[in-house]
Structure formats: structure tokens, C-alpha cells
């Protein structure tokens, strides 16, 4: 392991949950160990490792981070990507040539690589300045500290000898509540995350007693010496002579302890990473990264990809600076390439635009929602997620973007989703699906072809809750609209009983449980129910023995509905015996 604590004294550093592993192919033998938090950004975090390498010479070093096979953005925070207490994470180096370009950044214009490089060092520098700083200043502190123990001592040989015990005292609190410092270790001995209150109470007491001894010496001025003051029957000694010479030079320093205690204090408001994390997450030149999204060299364009999607994830600025440059058509041209990684980024970069409303409508308007659905086929489980998510913003309370993500072939898009894709990525198809139910004129689009009701029946019958409430919501929503649509497919009988005899959640049975009734009630299907007798039997056994007043009135609805049409059924009624 490194033999650089990469806390560095970190005014917060009590406040560090958890130590991170920082590998890096080319520091072999060598892991990096960096103390943080989860709520701390990636640009932070590679803040304290240009820190480590700085030390090591190698501050101009190029490097992303990189965590299961997946990059980390810089405006991120590292509980984003599920990081937790001693992960490994792996810093690969942008080029296997010099270490001139930025760190962090890779730009089509080497040009720009170089300033970009000469910021970024400014700011290291700034901030290795600011703890070497910090480091003289506790050792002044520490210095003034004895001065201050001397000056206590000869206070007992002074007119006023019993204020010694004050002086005495405060410089042995002193002496304890002082910080040890180093820069390359950081606090050591009683390290806190106080410091700067403790210092700052240091600093108020020595002014108090700073202003107590210009009182002294006023004292000494009016009341004691003849040659200064009219009264000379008051005798001015030798003793007198040394206080009032005393009192004045214990007045400098107290002052000058005080100056710097409070420099001190304002020091310690300062964090490892405050100039070189705002550095990473601004507005960098767009049209360097367009420039090289638009080039032939798909290591370019990822590096543009990846710096896009930083600046989209930043601030709400970046996001329209982004759009009002031709950002959203760029981004488009980048989810459409062949590479995964690529197309990872710009939809990404994508997703996080459109959580502006304003942004939506251009992006419709130039054919995004077709790009989104065509991401939908990746299998990189990673795009189709984030494709989701846009599309999910998109249909929020927007029917218009409904019809274009229904249009041509895209329910298909989204049954490809639910038929190849993992129960994160089925949730997020339900919801969709949801939003699209409360809108009348799409409505019947989800039933429209016998091919989907496969679809609806996986959802039904899947192990996640969440994904069946959403669907059952979604084809009560249908059913309430028009009941035929629903009585119109049979084959959810089966999955409906299913669900009420199996699933643990309370609203998924109601939920079915009322869908059930649309097929109870209606006399076509009503024989494809009692083909069903078994299931129905748990069913209801089921929906009886609950607590809840509502289920139990919808099976006597179908208990009755059964008998009503049926006498058959009445073999079923047996587990209605309880309600006498």
C-alpha cells in the first residue's frame, strides 16, 4: 500500500465512513488507500488521489476511475454506484504515452489538453499551498503556545502576579486542545473533526486576555506611576518598571496568538478537493468535445461521450449551454454507433437532459424517442436501463410522446424489453405502461394484439411486487375503460388465480382479485374459470381468511356470481363455510 495517508488532515475526517482500494495497473505492487464518505463526489475522490500523486511525482498523471466494469462520472457520488467499505476500485490511465494531457479529460484539441492540464495543476498546486499552510500555522500555534507558558511564569514576579494562574492555565488548554498537523499524515493525537471550534474558542480566550492586559496596563498607567500620571505620592518601584514592560510585551503576543488562531480557523473550512472539484464539474469548451464526438476515433468520441454526460449531470446551466449548442443532436448521433461503450455514455447524457421539461419537446421534435427505443435492442443491460429512464420522463403527463413511443413498432420495443431484460428493467416497462393507461386515446393500445397478452402474463406471474402491481393496475385501468378488452384474453385467468394464492402483498391480491370478477361476471369466460377449480379454491380460501374487508366482499361476489351461473360450482362454496 501507499505510504501517503490520503486524508491529509481532513477537517471532516472523522465524518469518513469507510476506506476505498484504489489499483491501478501502472503503480505495480502499490494500492492506493483513501478514506471517504458516500456522500462524496467521484471528482473529490480523485482529488485525494492527485494529492497521493503529486507526492509521488506524478501529479499530471491521466486516469479514470472505473468499478465493475463500469467508468465513474465526476459530478457522481460514490454511493451512486453502490461503493461501499473497503471496494476495490481501478484508476486506468487515459495514455500509455506522456502525462501532458489533462488527467481527467480527454479533448480533440491538444491545445486545449494543455490548458485544461495547466487549471487543473494551478489548482493541485493551490490547494498543496493551503495545507502547507496549515501545517506552519499549527506549528506557530504550538510555538506561541510555550511563549505564552514563559510569559505565565514571569507573570508572578509582576505587580499584579496572581493573573500568572490565569495565563498558566489557558496556555496549558491551550497546549492540549491545539491540532498536531503534518501535511503528508494529517492530524495526529487528538484529532477531531472540531477542530476549527476548538481553535476558534482558543482564539476568542486569548483576545479576552488580550484585552485583559491593555486593562492591566491602563491600571499601571493611571494609578501607579508618578512620571506618567499626576499623582506622586503613589511610589513607582522597580516591580512597577518590569509590569507595565511586561504587560506590553504579553499584550503582542496574545495579539499575535490570536492572529494566528484565527487564520488557523479559517484555514481548517477548507477540504481537499474545494478548487479542483468545482474544476472537474464545470462548463468545459463544447465545441472541443463536439469536435471530437464528431471524429472517427471511437476512443474520441468515448472520451466525448463521457465528458458530455459529466456535464449534463452537473447543474441545470451545463444542461441548456449543452442544448443551445446542438448538444441533444450530437448526443443522438452517438447513441446510434456501434460501440456499447459509446452509446452508454450519450444515453446517459441523454436521460439526464430530459429531466428538464423544456429540453423534452426539442428532443421529440428531432426523432430522439426513436433513438431511445432503438436502444432498447442493446445488450448491454446497463443502456436499455437508462433508456427506460428517458423514456419514463418523456411520458410523464405527455400523451403526445406516448403516441411516438407507441407508434410504428414500439410496444414491440418494449415486450422485447420484458422478454430479455432483468426485473429492474420490467419494472421500469410496467410503469410505462401504466402512464400510457391513463390516457384514453392509447388505452387500447396495449391489448390490441394477442402477441402482448404473453407479456402482461410474465409481469403477472413475476417475483417482483412492485412489477405486478404496476401491471395489474395498468389492465384494471383497461378493464374499468372497456371490460371486453379484458375478458377478451382468457389466458389471464390462470396467472390472476395464481397470484392470489402466492403473492404476499395484500394490493396485488385485491387487485386481481378484482380482475378476476370481469371474467366471473361474464358468461363466455365464466367456463374457462371453473375449468380452474383447484386454483379457484385456493384462490378464494385465500382471499376469505384475510383480514381485510374488501377482499373478503370481492370472493363472496364471485362466490356468488359462480353459484348464480353455475350450480356446478357450488362444490367451491365449502370455503365459504366461515361466514355463518
Known amino acids: 500500500s501507499s505510504g501517503i495517508n490520503a486524508e491529509y488532515g481532513e477537517v471532516e475526517s472523522n465524518f469518513y465512513t469507510m ?3 484504489i489499483h491501478s495497473p501502472t503503480f505495480i505492487g502499490r494500492t492506493f488507500v483513501i478514506s471517504c464518505n458516500s456522500k462524496d463526489s467521484i471528482a473529490r475522490l480523485k482529488a485525494n488521489i492527485l494529492h497521493i500523486l503529486y507526492e509521488m ?5 491521466q486516469f479514470r476511475l472505473k468499478f465493475k466494469n463500469q467508468y465513474l462520472k465526476d459530478s457522481s457520488i460514490i454511493e451512486d454506484y453502490g461503493i461501499i467499505d473497503s471496494h476495490v476500485i481501478n484508476m486506468i490511465p487515459l495514455s500509455n504515452k506522456s502525462f501532458t494531457e489533462h488527467p481527467l479529460v480527454s479533448s480533440a484539441s491538444s491545445l486545449q489538453s494543455r490548458e485544461n492540464e495547466d487549471t487543473l495543476q494551478r489548482m493541485l498546486q493551490r490547494e498543496v499551498d493551503t495545507l ?3 501545517e506552519k500555522l499549527c506549528n506557530d500555534m504550538q510555538v506561541w503556545i510555550w511563549i505564552l507558558f514563559v510569559f505565565g511564569f514571569i507573570t508572578f514576579l509582576t505587580e499584579y502576579w496572581y493573573t500568572g494562574f490565569f495565563n498558566c492555565c489557558f496556555a496549558a488548554v491551550a497546549l492540549y486542545l491545539a491540532p498536531k498537523y503534518t501535511r503528508l499524515s494529517g492530524f495526529y493525537l487528538r484529532m477531531n473533526e472540531r ?9 476568542l480566550f486569548a483576545f479576552l486576555l488580550f484585552l485583559t492586559n491593555l486593562a492591566l496596563l491602563t491600571a499601571l498607567h493611571e494609578n501607579v506611576c508618578p512620571f506618567i500620571t499626576s499623582l506622586p505620592s503613589l511610589p513607582c518601584t522597580e516591580v512597577t518598571y518590569l509590569s507595565i514592560t511586561f504587560y506590553m510585551a504579553e499584550s503582542v503576543a496574545y495579539f499575535v496568538f490570536f492572529v494566528v488562531a484565527t487564520l488557523l480557523c479559517w484555514n481548517f473550512k477548507f477540504q481537499i478537493g474545494n478548487y479542483i472539484e468545482p474544476m472537474l464539474v464545470e462548463i468545459r469548451d463544447i465545441k472541443y468535445i463536439f469536435a471530437a464526438a464528431k471524429s472517427k476515433s471511437v476512443k474520441e468520441q468515448r472520451s466525448a461521450a463521457l465528458d458530455l454526460a459529466n456535464l449534463a449531470a452537473s447543474n441545470a446551466d451545463n444542461k441548456f449551454s449543452l442544448v443551445a449548442e446542438g448538444g441533444l443532436q450530437v448526443l443522438i448521433d452517438l447513441a446510434l454507433s456501434e460501440d456499447e461503450g459509446v452509446r452508454g455514455y450519450a444515453i446517459e447524457a441523454i436521460s439526464e437532459l430530459l429531466t428538464v421539461k423544456s429540453i423534452q419537446n426539442e428532443f421529440v421534435e428531432i426523432g430522439g424517442v426513436n433513438t431511445l427505443m432503438f436502444a432498447l435492442h442493446s445488450t448491454d443491460t446497463h443502456i436499455v436501463k437508462e433508456s427506460l429512464l428517458a423514456i419514463c420522463q418523456l411520458c410523464q403527463d405527455n400523451e403526445d410522446v406516448m403516441v411516438h413511443v407507441l407508434g410504428e413498432n414500439g410496444m414491440d420495443d418494449l415486450c422485447h424489453v420484458i422478454n430479455s431484460c432483468r426485473l429492474d428493467c420490467v419494472r421500469l416497462v410496467a410503469g410505462i405502461f401504466l402512464d400510457v393507461s391513463f390516457c384514453d386515446n392509447l388505452r387500447g393500445e396495449l391489448l390490441k394484439h394477442r402477441k402482448y397478452v404473453p407479456v402482461f402474463e410474465r409481469m403477472i406471474r413475476c417475483s417482483d411486487s412492485v412489477t405486478q402491481q ?3 393496475q395498468t389492465l384494471e385501468m383497461i378493464a374499468i375503460s372497456n371490460p371486453d378488452a379484458i375478458t377478451a384474453h382468457p389466458h389471464f385467468i390462470s396467472p390472476l388465480l395464481a397470484t392470489i394464492g402466492k403473492s404476499a402483498d395484500l394490493q396485488v391480491k385485491t387487485i386481481s382479485a378484482k380482475l378476476l370478477l370481469y ?5 363466455q369466460t365464466l367456463t374457462e374459470v371453473l375449468k380452474c377449480s383447484a386454483d379457484i379454491h385456493t384462490a378464494l380460501l385465500k382471499l376469505v381468511t384475510t ?14 356470481l359462480l353459484v348464480q351461473n353455475d350450480r356446478s360450482a357450488l362444490k367451491v362454496c365449502h370455503c365459504c363455510s366461515f361466514a355463518n
Request: hydrophobic share 45%; proline share 0%; aromatic share 4%.
Open 19 to 21: 476506506l476505498l482500494y
Open 57 to 61: 511525482g506524478r501529479g499530471s498523471h
Open 132 to 134: 502547507k499552510r496549515r
Open 195 to 203: 477542530n476549527d471550534l476548538r481553535i476558534l474558542g482558543i482564539s
Open 470 to 472: 404496476l401491471c395489474l
Open 519 to 523: 371474467f366471473v361476471e361474464d358468461e
Open 547 to 560: 383480514q381485510d374487508n374488501i377482499m373478503q366482499c370481492v370472493a363472496a361476489k364471485i362466490l356468488l
